[in-house]
Structures are given as structure tokens and as C-alpha cells.
């Protein structure tokens, strides 16, 4: 039942496609596609499909057999009152004739025995064309849908109107059994029921096919599946081709961006470290600063108590930056100037508020500042380390 529904919408949208602009299009657009390619290359690799066409009178009931394609060849006819055993011989041997796979057989009725008809039909019936001109039939045609056997073709889809015109051909089956009955005798069964258009030199089939979606036997060109089937694999291994290269992209990238995560850890190391050389530097520097600002105390103290007298006394020296601050007993204080100014470390000493005499010692007490040298200090530290 499922095989049936199955069939039965297969069917369905094949009737579909044959009736939308679809197989016109493809047609067209694989016509000019195979201009592109050379024409040894094209009738190499996409040789035209076989065909034969049996051209029948239905008066007479003889076949022409005909090989059909763009330059149509008459091969034989096969009359009325031949034997068909003998038929069939000659059959099997034109068609094992065919190098590049079994032909497609159309059977090609004359005009003057196919009904033509122009119908117009809503555009709303498009996507079920087929099946609402087979219940028009009777209405269009003197005959019921069992009573014929029909094919259309759309010509024009008029949207504005919202119309389809389609060109109609149909044959009573009556009419053409009596051909079906005799290739069925010679072994023949046709793919297509065409109609004929001989207004030339040379009969052309038109492309419609009346025999019933039912009727139709399955036809495969053999080398042009296996055209198709190489194109499959060729498209195939571009598409595993693509996708590897994606692939190995992809691949690559994550390499990539490891590597640069890496270095990036590997950068804020070297940032850390660099952070921490130049702490470890200022620290350096830090005690450097402290180490070369120690011996300035040392050389200023040894300085005060070079150039002090016996007779003078400090009680308090402090020093604060380039500044002396020294307090204490003389018994001539006023000379305090004078011997600090002569000292090659110390400049510009003055006295700090007046100067007093000591109830204790009877010795004048003294608050005096002086601006420290911080070069002289640093010769002297110098000549002190040479020495």
C-alpha cells in the first residue's frame, strides 16, 4: 500500500514537472552550457541520445523505421503483411546495431491521424495540470479521459490574466491498437507514442508522448548515466576535496592558535619577568641611593669635628637634606662662621637666634646652621676611597 502511494505521488509530481517551464529551461540552459565545450569533446563525452522512430500508417498498418536524432536516416519498413518472426530478426539485429547503449523507441503517428486542440486553463490548476485535463476531456474533446490517450504542452503561462495555454494532442486508443498489438508481435515496445510533424524533407517527432504514465517503460541511456555517474564522482571527490581542505584549514587554524596562545603565555612570562627586573632595579637603586647618600653623614661628621676647636663643644648636629643644624657650648662663639665657612664641605653658616651664656659652664651657647657642599662631599669621599 505504502509502494502504491508511493508510485501514485511519483507519478503525480512527475506530471507536475513536465507540465511547469522546468524541463524547457533545463533544455535551453543545457544547450547553451554545451556550446562552451568543444564539439569533439561534446560528442565524446555527451553523444546524442540513440532513437528510433517508427513512423506508422495507420492505413496502410506498414512501419518506416527511422534513426532518429538531428540528421533523421531511414533504415527500413516493415509492411503490413510481413512475417513478424522475420520482423523480429530484423529488429534484434538494427537494434544491436546501437555501439553507445539500447536506443529510445518513439512511435511517431502522422498529423492528419493525432487531434490537435489549443486549450486555456485557469493558472490556479498549474500544479495539477495533468489531472484536471484529463477531467476536462470531455468537455474539450468528443472523447471521455479512458477513451484516449493524450499528451499537452504548455505555450504560454499568462500571469497578469491568470490563463495557461496549453497545445493538446490525443489519439483514440481504438485507433492505434491495432499498431501496439503488431510491434508487440515483432517484440517491440516503444518508450513514447509521438506525433509527427512532416512539413520538411525529413520527419521530425515533435516530443510529446501519449502513451499513459502507467504504460511507459523505464528508459536509461547507458552511456550518459554513466556520463552522469562519472560527473557524480568527480563532483563527489571535489566536494571530500573541499572538505578535507576545510578540514586541514580548520586544522591549521587550531595549530595556529595554540601556537599563538603559547606565545602569548609565553609574552606575559617575559612581561613578569621584566616586571620584576625593573622592581629588582629600583631596589638597586634604592640601596645604591641610600649607600651613596650614608658616607655623606659620615664625611659631614668627620668634617665637624676636624674643623671644631678644642674649646667648642656640640651637643646636638642634625642634618636634614643639604642642611646643618649644629647646637652647642664655645667660649668664643663668633669664630664658629669663620672656621665653618672654611670648610670646603660646608657654606654659608650663620647663627640662629642670639647666643646666650650657659649659668653651668659660663661658655656662650650657640644654634647654627650651614648649607652642605655635596660635591666637596663627594670629592672627599672619593680621596678617602683612593686612599
Known amino acids: 500500500m505504502i509502494l502504491n502511494a508511493v508510485n501514485e505521488y511519483w507519478v503525480s509530481l512527475t506530471a507536475r514537472y513536465r507540465a511547469s517551464p522546468l524541463p524547457g529551461f533545463f533544455r535551453w540552459w543545457g544547450s547553451d552550457l554545451a556550446q562552451l565545450i568543444p564539439e569533439s569533446v561534446r560528442k565524446r563525452m555527451m553523444p546524442p541520445r540513440p532513437a528510433v522512430w517508427l513512423i506508422a500508417d495507420?492505413?496502410?498498418?506498414?512501419?518506416?523505421?527511422?534513426?532518429?536524432?538531428?540528421?533523421?536516416?531511414?533504415?527500413?519498413?516493415?509492411?503490413?503483411?510481413?512475417?513478424?518472426?522475420?520482423?523480429?530478426?530484423?529488429?534484434?539485429?538494427?537494434?544491436?546495431?546501437?555501439?553507445?547503449?539500447?536506443?529510445?523507441?518513439?512511435?511517431?503517428?502522422?498529423?492528419?491521424?493525432?487531434?490537435?486542440?489549443p486549450v486555456e486553463l485557469p493558472l490556479a490548476v498549474e500544479a495539477n495540470l495533468d489531472t484536471a485535463v484529463s477531467y476536462q476531456l470531455d468537455q474539450l474533446t468528443p472523447f471521455s479521459a479512458t477513451q484516449v490517450n493524450h499528451d499537452f504542452r504548455l505555450v504560454k503561462r499568462d500571469t497578469q490574466h491568470g490563463r495557461l495555454e496549453l497545445d493538446l494532442r490525443l489519439v483514440p486508443v481504438s485507433q492505434i491498437e491495432e499498431v501496439r498489438e503488431r510491434l508487440a508481435a515483432i517484440g517491440i515496445r516503444p518508450h513514447a507514442i509521438d506525433t509527427l510533424n512532416d512539413d520538411g524533407q525529413t520527419p521530425q517527432c515533435e516530443g510529446f508522448n501519449l502513451l499513459p504514465e502507467t504504460e511507459?517503460?523505464?528508459?536509461?541511456?547507458?552511456?550518459?548515466?554513466?556520463?552522469?555517474?562519472?560527473?557524480?564522482?568527480?563532483?563527489?571527490?571535489?566536494?571530500?576535496?573541499?572538505?578535507q581542505s576545510l578540514h586541514l584549514r580548520g586544522q591549521e587554524r587550531d595549530?595556529?592558535?595554540?601556537?599563538?596562545?603559547?606565545?602569548?603565555?609565553?609574552?606575559?612570562?617575559?612581561?613578569?619577568?621584566?616586571?620584576?627586573?625593573?622592581?629588582?632595579?629600583?631596589?638597586?637603586?634604592?640601596?645604591?641611593?641610600?649607600?651613596?647618600?650614608?658616607?655623606?653623614?659620615i664625611q659631614v661628621l668627620d668634617e665637624v669635628s676636624r674643623i671644631l676647636p678644642q674649646d667648642m663643644w656640640l651637643n646636638q648636629m642634625q642634618v636634614r637634606g643639604d642642611e646643618l643644624q649644629i647646637m652647642g657650648l664655645a667660649d668664643a662663639s663668633e669664630r664658629l662662621i669663620e672656621i665653618v665657612n672654611e670648610s670646603p664641605l660646608l657654606d654659608d653658616a650663620e647663627f640662629r637666634g642670639a647666643i646666650n651664656v650657659d649659668p653651668n659652664t659660663g661658655q656662650e651657647r650657640f644654634n647654627a646652621r650651614a648649607?652642605?657642599?655635596?660635591?666637596?662631599?663627594?670629592?672627599?669621599?672619593a680621596a678617602g676611597s683612593g686612599e
Open 216 to 243: 511507459r517503460p523505464p528508459y536509461v541511456y547507458a552511456r550518459a548515466r554513466l556520463n552522469w555517474m562519472l560527473a557524480g564522482v568527480v563532483v563527489a571527490v571535489l566536494v571530500a576535496v573541499m572538505f
Open 371 to 381: 648649607v652642605i657642599n655635596r660635591r666637596g662631599v663627594q670629592d672627599a669621599a
Open 58 to 117: 495507420l492505413e496502410s498498418a506498414d512501419l518506416e523505421v527511422w534513426i532518429g536524432g538531428e540528421a533523421p536516416a531511414h533504415r527500413d519498413t516493415y509492411a503490413r503483411d510481413e512475417d513478424p518472426r522475420i520482423l523480429r530478426d530484423r529488429w534484434q539485429e538494427l537494434f544491436n546495431s546501437f555501439t553507445d547503449g539500447a536506443p529510445e523507441i518513439r512511435l511517431c503517428l502522422p498529423s492528419e491521424d493525432v487531434l490537435q486542440r
Open 255 to 297: 595549530r595556529l592558535q595554540e601556537e599563538v596562545a603559547q606565545l602569548r603565555i609565553e609574552a606575559e612570562q617575559v612581561i613578569e619577568l621584566q616586571n620584576q627586573l625593573e622592581d629588582a632595579l629600583v631596589a638597586a637603586n634604592f640601596l645604591a641611593d641610600r649607600r651613596r647618600r650614608q658616607p655623606v653623614i
